[in-house]
């Protein structure tokens, strides 16, 4: 039941990354809805859902992007290493880790990215990336995560008791 | 690191090298196509309903910058009222947009295509857009892309069967050999991560004004002579520089791009070709 529901939001979210998002800039760079939802469904929900949900993201945003389809799965992929961070449970809190996996996994999806133009012979600019696209978008997605994180939170307690009843 | 977790990694990483090998070999392009032309109308409701919401968020946000440009504005205004000299200079200026608006009547042989954006590129390196008409409309790679109005866009740079990326002149890998209108002065426009415009290999010396307009100089062969870019926002003259730094802001706002023409009459030259 959850692991469909959080399909039907992976959809969404890409849905909005490509067609909303390109409206809201924090720092002057586009918030990745779908890397937020993920880390934030692998705090609330844990590792289990979030192995599947990776790999389905990549899938659909790679289908709905410019990239060659499994670039953004792969670029995603190591979200799949970070819920290992939170299985360990180093800190109390799921939303302080999180808040952390958020900004390092939008710095490995960005660089990813660049390494791939890069790759491709695209004349790129480090500094001007890094200082431009890397950190301000580390910095927005996890302010993303917030609100994110508090909906998923509500809506899983809400879940809970259903499945309780 | 648990085994199950090193496991599932090295399939999702072994998956995806795997697809990105057969993309590039094209075999997903019916698919991809299928879905884009699918989710287009969905991108396109969504893109249309969501720009009120977004234009009042942003207005919230950026209240003190519109105080401050408010203000400046009305500085502006007073000056360009008490000055006569600056009057006649912004009067030829309007002349020269004019001139430039007719132009597009003065060629007769250039065929377009309409297209509605209906996405745009979610990683943030890239600055790409997508539109609703493909291979099967007559699109081709390296064809040019222009607003309603005239200015440039981009170039294609990813042809479907019904659909089609747009690579945007703002974007880092971008560069568009250019002139200023008025002095016929030459450089090349490039592209940057931060979605600005820089115009380089202006001579240091060069006549180069705020407020001049910057076309296309067709040299190359990537894009037809006379296309314009924008215009010319500021001026950076360092003492020990060969070349002085212009930048250069388009006419239109590129990330709002609704409608857009894509020059179908015009193909670039190809590498090597005289």
Known sequence: ?165 | MHVRTRTWLSVVVLASLLFIAASRLAIFDPLENAVLSVAAPIESALRGASRPVADFVNNLTDINRLSDENQSLREENERLTAEAARLRETERELQQLEQLLNLRGGRPEDRFVAAHVFAREPNNQQDMIAIDRGRADGLEEDMIVLTQQGSLVGTVSRVLDDVAWVTLITDSSSAVSAAIQASRVQGVVVGSTDGTLTMEFVEETADVKEGDLVLTSGIGGSYPPGELIGQVVEVDRAAQELFQAVHVQPLADLSRLETVLVLTSFLPLAAGQP
């Open chain 1, 1 to 165: 039941m959850s692991l469909a529901i959080g399909l039907i939001a992976i959809v969404v979210a890409v849905i909005a990354q490509v067609s909303i998002l390109p409206f809201f800039s924090i720092f002057g760079v586009q918030p990745n809805l779908v890397i937020v939802l993920l880390v934030a469904w692998m705090a609330v929900r844990g590792q289990r859902e979030v192995l599947l949900l990776v790999p389905a993201a990549g899938l659909v945003q790679g289908l709905l992007d410019s990239q060659p389809l499994g670039l953004a799965m792969l670029a995603l992929a190591p979200i799949i290493l970070m819920t290992e961070v939170r299985e360990q449970r180093w800190v109390e809190s799921d939303l302080v880790p999180a808040l952390v996996l958020a900004a390092l996994a939008t710095l490995v999806y960005e660089a990813t990215i660049l390494l791939t133009l890069a790759v491709t012979g695209e004349h790129l600019d480090w500094l001007a990336s890094v200082l431009d696209v890397l950190v301000p978008a580390a910095i927005a997605n996890a302010l993303l995560l917030l609100p994110v994180y508090g909906l998923i939170r509500l809506a899983s307690q809400d879940l809970r008791q259903r499945e309780a009843l």
